[in-house]
């Protein structure tokens, strides 16, 4: 049964068609990929099906409750738990619904909204703390205001998963998300019983989350069943069979124009038709999109000699270390992905490798040759008011590229700017599309140390696979700060991994930080249970006890319920514990891990729960 129908929906910004006849149908439960280059349309059309931007023509049919995780949340209230409490508004509703039909003695009435409140939870507030705490968003007493862009991120995710909608639509939702956070949200969709259409380009959590890929292709939907690496494949033989009959038609039309030219005579009356055909062949040649680029960043620096070398470097705030006594250094080849939560530190360890910050203590070495190409997280560098053909070559109409020189227009089409973007202002282009020209502006740069500040947020998949090629290809050095799990997987050669206190680790690569993590995770439960102390309880406050009152029918079902709920989650746990103990766990099902631990931490916070609320409600019964 379809819960949202979109059909023959247009979109044009301008001169710009964006969106060309999109049909769209999701069913009850399915969880889809939406795919395509930047600027292609993707936030858009999210928009469109919420109502929040109109279409040009066509139509949305929506059947049940939406939520819509935006690139740029707008809150109303002034404190996160403002944002909150319309989250979880739902729940408001339903539990004074139920109270209404109590009181009026309609039980009948009363029982499935009951069954639904067993179901969701007579008590909210503890979710939300829980949820909030998760995805490390900010506590619920702060301003939003004054909130960073990836704090905002963070809260408008909470209020999503807290909206128990029927349809769930998040556009890159882990942007901003440390990797562990990523991999809970992995599991949370996995679990989710609603439809679900995901915009992301995060390929793990696509291969992990959508049965089936929808990609905007020059305006239109294209769907593919399966999942992330399955549309992979299937889009490389569409492709190839569009190619295949693109060669048919450009033969037929080669003939038909040869006939055409060899005999003048022949265009009578009689052969009209035969050349309106040609007409109409010419016309109906499928035009496949330009969308094969590539960046090429070449520095002709010898191998072998060094651009960078730390030595003790240290840095603190006056009340958090960051690093102390780093030593590391980058040579032509390196690939360096600097790790860790947010706020870690990674972004001041960039700004003093680079200057722009005195350490504490140490030093940093920089060859007189070092040429430093950088991209950072605000995405600055360009101008605004300047149009894309202007920024692309900073004014020139041609442009040096190793040994060859090339017009700025055919260097644009390289990274797939249309010759119809090419007067369109600066301050019109999508973050992706952003990123790519900054990326364009890099690869003339002739940097040969490369810094990259969550350089994968907002690039469409083309553009993310291309960079990663070109970085494997790259006879620099690089220096990358990343959330992106398969960015790193593929691209990096060497792993920083922030660890909290000042500690920074060096690690071969990310499996290797992950393995480490998890052990000390491990350590710090074995010594938690040791001496009695509950493992992640900060997540789970206690509830303030109430004055003791005679307990209303709902509550008393509740306790009545509590038991069986506890025993429920006891044995999950049990059976997860016993999974991760088992070393075979993390040779057959490594990639399953991170979920499983996820699940473990978030059924020993419900299970802390269960025992607070059966506390207080015995108290109050007795």
Known sequence: MAVLLASDVHKSFGPRRILKGVDLRVDAGEHIGLVGVNGGGKSTLLKMLTG??????????????????DQDPHFEGERVADVMRQSVAWHTALRENYERLVADGRLEEAEPLQSQLDTVGWEIDHRIDAVLDRVRAPTQDRAVAPLSGGERRRVALASVLLQQPDILLLDEPTNHLDPDVAEWLESWIAGFRGAVVLVTH????????????????????????????????????????????????????????????????????????????????????????????????????????????????????????????????????????????????????????????????????????????LLDQARSGLVDDDTVLWAAGDGREHLDIGEQTIHVASFLERFAFDRSMFEQKVAALSGGERARLLLARLMLSGANLLV??????????????????????????????????????????????????????????????VTAQRARLARAAEAAQATSQPVLTEALPSRPRTESKRLSFKEQKELESLPRQIEDTESQIEALESRLSDPATYRDHADEVGAWTSRLEELQGELEGHYARWEELEARAS
């Open 202 to 373: 995060d390929r793990y959590l696509l291969e992990a989350s959508a049965e089936r890929i929808v990609e905007i292709d020059q305006g239109v939907a294209v769907s593919y069943q399966g999942s992330y690496g399955d549309y992979l494949v299937q889009r490389a033989e569409r492709h190839a069979r569009l190619e295949q009959a693109r060669e048919r038609q450009l033969s037929l039309i080669a003939r038909e124009a040869a006939w055409a030219a060899r005999s003048p005579s022949a265009r009578t009356t009689k052969q009209k038709a035969r050349l309106d055909r040609l007409d109409n062949l010419k016309a109906s040649v499928p035009v496949l999109a330009k969308r094969s680029y590539s960046f090429a960043f070449e520095t002709g620096v010898a191998k072998g000699s060094t651009l960078l070398e730390v030595h003790g470097l240290t840095k603190a705030f006056p009340d958090k270390p960051l690093f102390a006594d780093l030593d590391f250094t980058v040579r032509p080849g390196d690939r360096w992905a600097i790790l860790g939560p947010n706020g870690a530190g990674k972004s001041t360890l960039l700004k003093v490798l680079l200057g722009l910050e005195t350490p504490d203590r140490g030093e940093v070495l920089r060859s007189g040759r070092l040429k430093v190409g």
């Open 52 to 69: 929040r931007m109109e279409s040009d023509h066509g139509t949305v049919h929506v059947k049940g409750r939406m939520a819509l995780l």
């Open 452 to 513: 990259l500040d969550e350089p994968t947020n907002d690039l469409d998949l083309l553009t993310l696979r291309t960079l990663e090629e070109a970085l494997l290809g790259f006879d620099g050095g690089v220096l990358v700060v990343t959330h992106d799990r398969a960015f790193v997987d593929r691209v990096a050669t060497e792993v920083l991994g922030f660890e909290g206190e000042g500690h920074v680790q060096i690690y071969a690569d990310r499996s290797q930080l």
